[in-house]
């Protein structure tokens, strides 16, 4: 399967832990989106990266949401000490360029429950 | 700010009947318009798109969506629903021009039930 790579798939964490969630892009993908998908609501842009850049943060929480995406290896999105209104469907997407006519892979979603 | 509008959040349908969910979309410029399914437990995947040309988009699995510029309406449609077209739908919008980074704006979805 050469599609977008998400994992864990489900994830589990204590209020006040932090949380990790990869995302391997299709190969030859150099461009990365995250969005997070609340219960009952639909995806909302969080950020898009590119390689070593973080070219659009404006959906990102102020505060305790970081991400990254390494000249080798996969994007993290990280969530420092999470509550429970970080319980959600994270989903990651990766084209070949940005805003291209063919639109997006997206991978199947990490689900984080804090407990 | 742009912002998409799913008017139905649920429908429930018996197998054989049609399908038209609504979309409208709110944004100035020209826009691309995008439908996704998500099969439960499933990533998203595309439907159809509309980038330019013909208004009337045909896509995967007997579906298709009329653009409607007057209305900024983007509806899907499909003439008669199986089983397993239970899902979650969600249309989308991005901006075209130089400063689209490629970023989609997501209406609020639709959950469709189907009956057998």
């Known amino acids: 399967n050469a599609g977008v790579m998400q994992n864990p798939r489900h994830l589990v964490r204590r209020r006040g832990q932090e949380a990790r969630l990869r995302c391997s892009p299709v190969?030859?993908?150099?461009?990365v989106y995250w969005y997070r998908q609340l219960p009952e609501e639909g995806l909302k842009f969080m950020v898009y990266?590119?390689?070593?850049?973080?070219?659009?943060e404006s959906g990102m929480p102020k505060e305790r949401f970081s991400a990254e995406f390494p000249k080798e290896g996969p994007s993290i999105l990280r969530i420092q000490q999470v509550v429970r209104g970080d319980s959600a469907a994270y989903f990651c997407?990766?084209?070949?360029?940005?805003?291209?006519?063919?639109?997006?892979?997206f991978g199947s979603g990490t689900r984080l429950t804090v407990v | 700010a742009q912002s998409v509008s799913q008017h139905n959040h649920h429908v429930i349908l018996s197998e054989a009947a049609s399908l038209e969910l609504g979309c409208n979309y709110s944004y100035g410029g020209t826009v691309n318009l995008f439908w996704y399914v998500q099969y439960p437990g499933q990533h998203l995947q595309l439907l159809l798109k509309?980038?330019?040309?013909?208004?009337l988009v045909k896509g995967i699995k007997g579906f298709e969506a009329e653009f409607i510029k007057s209305k900024f309406s983007f509806n899907l449609r499909k003439p008669s629903v199986q089983w397993s077209d239970t899902a979650e739908y969600f249309c989308a919008v991005n901006a075209q021009g130089s400063g689209n980074t490629g970023k989609l704006i997501f209406g609020q979805g639709t959950t469709l039930q189907v009956k057998p």
């Open positions: 990266l590119q390689k070593e850049n973080i070219i659009d």
């Open positions: 997407a990766s084209s070949y360029r940005p805003g291209e006519s063919y639109g997006y892979t």
């Open positions: 509309y980038f330019s040309g013909d208004p």
């Open positions: 190969k030859g993908h150099s461009h």
